[in-house]
């Protein structure tokens, strides 16, 4: 994609999904106010009006920068490890907001390094790294951002190689706005939206916010996915249809994870199919017995496989059973 396409494709989908708390009045808004006078002269009343004052509000240039993410779990020698965060403008004025990543956070255990492209825009709302997301270019695709707009951005950073289990290292995001930054009240003469004064607001028109890696010689992954066969010639989701779901239990790293227990609860609206639980595509019985599944009813029916002890060599741990739309 060309820069000036990929500008356009991030311009597109910066819009408000969230609430925030934008200041007050949107700028370039236009105040005027006449006041009046009403009278009794000689026993003729009348009335007089004074002259029209007018004046622009001025545009406040304010952000929040927020991290979404839980600390997330690595090994020695991973890459693409993503960090979510969210940009949010709370000025109330559009404005751009160049952002950067930095590794160098002070006391930390270790710096990790920033991916040969380490800032994305999460398009697709997924909360990682996937193939819908847009990379940032820097002065090419800066978000630009309405009053109360929030953008989601991934850091991608590798983690180095050699590091001991339970180090920390941390990664910042930081934002600023375009128009510029300073001691709060500091003015912009007319580079304001509309043509008015821009003011730096109380954060000083610039934030960070701060996400960490920690090493652990094991990691836990957890994917789920559901396929639809619907009732009679339809595929859609409708009564009657059947839905199956699988779960794909990875375990990366170095070291055992031990005592992996899954639960699944069976979705409201819908009922277990008997027979249906499997493990690496092996069939479960459904009554708690010498095998490792079964099928929990009650109020809150679910279904349990105890998977044990597994180790990255192990290889992924799929489960799968089917349900029936009420």
């Known amino acids: ?82 960090l979510l965060f969210t940009l949010t403008n709370t000025g109330n004025g559009t ?49 630009a951002l309405a009053p109360d707009a929030t953008v989601a951005v991934l850091l991608v950073n590798d983690i180095p190689a050699g590091l001991a289990d339970g180090l920390i290292g941390r990664s910042r995001l930081l934002a600023s706005a375009a128009t510029g930054t300073g001691t709060p009240g500091v003015s912009f003469a007319g580079q304001g939206a509309g043509g008015t004064d821009a003011v730096v607001g109380a954060n000083g028109a610039q934030a960070n916010a701060t996400g960490e890696y920690q090493l652990s010689e094991a990691q836990v992954t957890l994917s789920k996915s559901a396929t639809v066969a619907g009732s009679g010639s339809s595929i859609a989701p409708t009564p009657g249809a059947s839905i199956t779901y699988q779960i794909v239990v990875n375990v990366a790293g170095s070291a055992s994870a031990t005592g992996l227990i899954l639960t699944d609860a069976i979705p409201a609206g819908t009922t277990f199919t008997a027979g249906s639980l499997q493990l690496n595509g092996i069939a479960l019985t459904d009554a708690a017995d010498a095998d490792v599944g079964e099928f929990q009813g009650g109020a809150t029916p679910s279904v349990r496989v105890a998977l044990g002890d597994l180790t990255q060599t192990a290889g992924p741990q799929t489960v799968a059973f089917t349900v029936t739309i009420n």
């Open 1 to 82: 994609m060309r820069l000036k396409q990929l500008a356009a494709a991030v311009l597109g989908w910066c819009v408000l999904v969230g609430v925030a708390q934008a200041v007050g009045t949107t700028a370039g808004t236009s105040v005027a106010n006449q006041a009046q006078v009403s009278y009794v002269l000689a026993g003729v009343p009348g009335n007089s009006t004074s002259n029209t004052t007018t004046f622009l509000v001025a545009e406040v240039l304010d952000l929040n920068v927020t991290l979404v993410s839980s600390t997330v779990t690595v090994s020695a020698g991973d890459t693409n490890r993503t």
């Open 95 to 143: 404005e751009v907001f160049p952002v950067a990543l930095d590794n160098l956070v002070a006391g930390d255990d270790f710096d990790p390094l920033a991916a040969s492209t380490a800032v994305y825009f999460d398009t697709d709302g997924s909360g990682d790294l996937s193939v819908a997301d847009v990379a940032y270019a820097a002065g090419i695709n800066d978000p």
